[in-house]
């Protein structure tokens, strides 16, 4: 009954999104007010009905429905409560339940908070979401039902959830993935309300620009814990794959970090407008080629989701008609008129420009490794596949390319800035920095010409940072007085560069000095692994609630001191008889011990992986501040205080970019 | 001219599309076995009911299938019913019994039926590792010389059959 409840939810939830994407929209063309003002309603009742299906499916979970098919495979009744409430989303049904409802979440939210938008910019924006959410909730429905039923023939016992989903990272990291990816349709619908309506101007970019700011936090956050889950869940020990889903998610996050930068311009500007509709369109169709690539089984990734070759039809169609659509629209309404405002060569605007250029290309490369098997079985050339080392050989020169004027970027000028002037500035600490670059690796026993430059690259990101926030500080005495001049957009941005350059630091350091090894460990045993001495005191047998486990209880050493104790797991699940890997960690700032259990080698000895990853943590914690920064952006208050003025100042914002063409 | 250059964008996804589109139709899983057309490797284990090893002539004798399976696996136990049905129109089918528990394999088959005319069991997932064994189930063709012929990756079923793996046994069985 209960089940039928939520699959009832999930039609009344479908036929309010087919009414908001469209009868307001018709009112918004008839200017119809009265009409236009029925979207926040529907887009509240959307998300109410939304709500009470996904929370209906969680209760079907809890309590152990196996009359319900998703329940039935992706569920036990020893599996922790915590776990079955995120098995909700292991699956696919669920998680395509989950990526609706954080939609509805965020139309409800764009709602509530832009009360201050014109009207129609606001009805455009919401039937743009709710044509979104009628895709997507017509995919559930019609092709992906979570509430169907298994009747008759339903089964005494759940055959589990898949055990890597078992952990605390994985109860959050698809909510905030989700959160970032589908938070891309809120730029994505104000750029498309904006070429509807004509209107690309400094008040659109300002609407657009926190909403982004805060979806691509979320997603950077989500990357972040998916690589750290990875990291401590999979037993190998690394913490980038360039698998098929990741680069699925990594894309729209090199977009989004386009279209971030670009938004600024626009914002403050007026420049690269028809850019940065694009951006906002390719942002979010990157997200949504993602969802494609995951559901439909094209690409073999270790996130096998179903395959299923109609689902893939279904979300391919879509795909077609949104992303097609919208680079029509964008074809035939985006200014082609140049802005008449200038700027020079060297500039905040320039170098803006090619920080997009640099994340464009730098997207292109990673789709294009991604989808090369596709393309190449297309064209009947056989299966390929390019891997780690076509990604790392693009990637990385890529990113080396964009640090050395990333790090000018906080201290230029807009309009015009000149070589002397930042010669001035940066001029002589850059000469020391290149003096402790050269001397860092030796910190960690000898000389490395990468971790060199990755140092130098840091040192030279913080240092534009440091010189900037002193800059803007100047004359006030006291941190609290200091600490007002400050804007939360500024400090964001702070926050976001510091982050990057903790991960470019963290990442070189790691690929470069890690150690590992595997060998043959038997009770007894000791192994030296970069100076610390792993002794294997002992195996036995541990019982969870739903797995057996032999764990191996290892004592870490360095010199004569005793660090820590390990105890890595090779567990078997009960219900599915699946074995996994369970590392364990000695986690530190400047560097992480790893212990992994591999495989039995007979006479009580095991397969044993020992790593030690200097300044692994650097690159999560980076990737969290940059989250973080982004987030923060969103509370400056001129994001809020204008937009009730909006459509009064976004004539003057017309004219001060043609005074600023003048002057 | 500014205006066709706004187009580029729709044209590149219009192209990307088509890919996708053809994708669709291909089947990443649908991997060519590193053994194709080479011999069915070696080995001697023992089968499920008798701890004495056998060897590989002793066990298949092709044309047959070898069909990989396990009591963990969710997906076997969708494919069972057919096998069964396959069994029964005459296809011979040797069983790879795929780090399991012999002793839960065995009820099993009590429980679903015995498709199978020998069940190796390879509890170390050994003669996997040789095969190349992606995971449960898969399906390899062995010929009369004792040649891999075709391998399938995932649930064997009727389409399955009539689409790829009926012809290398239309002499032998009619069905």
């Given amino acids: ?663 | 001219m500014g205006r066709l250059r706004l187009f580029v964008p729709l044209v590149a996804f219009a192209l990307l599309a088509v890919l996708l589109f053809r994708g669709l139709s291909l089947d990443p899983t649908a991997l060519p076995s590193a053994l194709l057309d080479k011999p069915f490797p070696a080995f001697t284990l023992p089968t499920l009911g008798s701890d004495t090893p056998r060897s590989r002539d002793d066990v298949i004798k092709g044309p047959a299938l070898v069909n990989v399976w396990a009591t963990w696996c969710y997906s076997c136990r969708v494919e069972h019913p057919f096998l069964v049905e396959l069994a029964e129109r005459g296809i011979p089918i040797v069983g790879l019994n795929y780090k399991d528990e012999p002793t839960k394999a065995r009820q099993w088959l009590v429980d679903l039926g015995n498709p199978y005319s020998d069940n190796i069991s390879d509890t170390e997932g050994v003669l996997g590792l040789d095969l190349g064994v992606y995971g449960a189930p898969e399906t390899y063709v062995v010929d009369a010389s004792g040649n891999v012929r075709y391998r399938h990756v995932g649930v064997l079923d009727s389409a399955v059959w009539e689409g790829e793996l009926s012809r290398f046994f239309s002499q032998e069985a009619a069905p």
């Avoid at chain 1, 989808?371 to 299966?383: E, T, V």
Wanted: hydrophobic content about 55%; some cysteine.
């Fill in chain 1, 1 to 663: 009954m209960l089940a039928e409840v939520g699959h009832f939810s999930l039609i009344i939830a479908f036929v309010l999104a087919v009414l908001l994407s469209s009868v307001p929209l018709w009112g918004a063309w008839r200017r119809n007010t009265a009409v236009m003002l029925l979207a926040p309603s529907l887009a509240i009742g959307f998300f109410v009905f939304l709500a009470t299906a996904f929370g209906v499916l969680a209760i079907l979970f809890l309590q152990d429905d196996f009359s319900v098919k998703v329940v039935a495979s992706n569920s036990n009744t020893l599996l922790p409560s915590i776990y079955k409430f995120s098995a909700v989303w292991g699956n696919h049904e669920g998680s395509l339940l989950l990526w609706v409802l954080i939609l509805s979440g965020w139309m409800v939210a764009v709602a509530r908070f832009s009360r201050g938008l014109p009207e129609i910019v606001l009805t455009r924006v919401l039937s743009v979401m709710g044509i979104i959410a009628v895709g997507f909730t017509a995919f559930a429905l019609f092709t992906s039902n979570p509430f169907e039923r298994l009747l008759p023939g339903t089964p005494g016992e759940g055959s589990d959830l898949n055990p890597l989903l078992q952990d605390p990272g994985l109860i959050i990291h698809p909510p905030l993935l989700y959160m970032g990816y589908v938070g891309f349709s809120v730029p994505f619908a104000f750029a498309i309300a904006a070429l509807l309506g004509g209107q690309l101007d400094a008040a659109w970019a300002r609407w657009s620009r926190p909403w982004t700011n805060v979806a691509w936090g979320f997603l950077t956050l989500g990357i972040m814990l998916g690589s750290w889950w990875a990291y401590y869940e999979l037993g190998w020990g690394g913490w980038w794959f360039w698998d098929p889903v990741e680069n699925a998610s990594f894309t729209p996050w090199l977009v989004g970090t386009a279209l971030v930068h670009s938004l600024a311009v626009t914002e403050k500007r007026g420049l690269f407008r028809s850019w940065t509709v694009l951006m906002a369109i390719a942002a979010f169709s990157l997200s949504l080629l993602g969802t494609f690539l995951v559901r439909s089984g094209v690409l073999t990734s270790v996130h096998a989701f179903a395959a299923d070759p109609d689902r893939g039809l279904f979300i391919l169609i879509f795909l077609g008609l949104v992303i097609g659509g919208s680079l029509t629209l964008y074809a035939v309404r985006a200014p082609t008129v140049a802005s008449r405002v200038g700027y020079r060569a060297i500039s905040r605007e320039a170098l803006l420009l090619f920080n997009n250029l640099v994340f464009c290309i730098s997207a292109l490369t990673v789709l294009l490794g991604t989808l090369f098997p596709l393309i190449m079985d297309a064209l009947g050339q056989g299966k390929y596949s390019v891997g780690p080392p076509y990604f790392n050989a693009v990637f990385v020169p890529l990113m080396a390319l964009l640090v050395p004027l990333m790090g000018l970027g906080p201290v230029s000028r807009w309009k015009q800035d000149s070589l002397p002037r930042v010669w001035h500035e940066l001029g002589r600490p850059a000469l020391v920095i290149v003096v402790v670059s050269l001397l860092a690796p030796w910190t960690l026993g000898e000389f490395n010409l990468w971790i060199a430059l990755a140092t130098l690259l840091s040192l030279w990101l913080a240092l534009g940072l440091i010189k900037d926030l002193l800059h803007r500080t100047r004359g006030a005495s006291g941190f609290g007085s200091k600490l007002a001049r400050l804007t939360p957009s500024y400090l964001g941005m702070w926050c976001a560069h510091a982050g990057f350059a903790m991960v470019v630091l963290g990442a070189t350091v790691v690929t470069q000095n890690a150690v590992e090894r595997d060998i043959r460990m038997a009770p007894g045993d000791r192994q030296s692994v970069a100076g610390y001495e792993f002794e294997l005191m002992e195996i036995d047998r541990v019982s969870g609630p739903n797995f057996v486990a032999d764990q191996a209880r290892f004592s870490v050493w360095q010199g004569d001191r005793k660090i820590t104790e390990l105890t890595p797991q090779k567990r078997r699940y009960t219900a599915s008889g699946q074995v996994m890997t369970e590392a364990d960690i000695d986690a530190g700032f400047f560097r992480d011990l790893f212990v992994a259990m591999g495989e039995p080698v007979g006479d009580a000895a095991w397969a044993i992986r020992l790593q030690y990853k200097p300044l692994i943590r650097w690159i999560w914690l980076g990737a969290l501040l940059i989250g973080f920064g982004a987030l923060t952006t969103a509370f400056d208050r001129r994001y809020r205080a204008r937009v009730a003025r909006d459509l009064v100042t976004e004539q003057a914002a017309e004219l001060e970019v043609a005074a600023a063409s003048h002057g």
